[in-house]
């Protein structure tokens, strides 16, 4: 074993991400293995693009409040503690919420597919 160099926080791609996203790569896949884990730091109102996941994606948030959302369902809130589970392909988005930090642990087993990004009006939604 060995205690890792620590890697640089890298910015979250503006391709992926709307607003300020970093991330820290804690365990990256190595093959045959498609295991990455990743901690997502969110600033207040950041969020990723619409995307799904091959084998689906675990979240733990380990900071701060946000939100997560399925395609055609409700916006949920979810704070420090919460685990949120999404099945292989279902298309989904999370970030923080308006005026709050989020950070959460991504844990998958395959590669994401990207869509479009979740526009001002998709993100306030729960407002109206
Ligand atoms: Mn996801």
Not at 70 to 93: C, F, K, L, M, N
């Amino acid at each position: 074993m060995e205690v890792q160099p620590k890697q640089a926080t890298s910015k979250g791609s503006a391709d992926w991400f709307t607003g300020d996203v970093y991330i820290d790569v804690i365990a990256c896949a190595e093959e045959p293995s498609c295991f990455n884990v990743g901690a997502v730091h969110f600033t207040p109102g950041a969020r990723t693009a619409w995307h799904s996941h091959h084998g689906g994606q675990t979240l733990y948030v380990t900071e701060g409040s946000g939100l997560v959302q399925s395609r055609g369902r409700q916006i949920v809130s979810i704070s420090a503690g919460d685990v949120i589970r999404t099945p292989d392909g279902e298309e989904h988005w999370h970030g923080a919420a308006p005026d709050h930090f989020m950070t959460h642990l991504s844990m998958t087993d395959g590669y994401p597919t990207w869509g479009a990004q979740v526009t001002d009006d998709e993100y306030h939604n729960h407002r109206h």
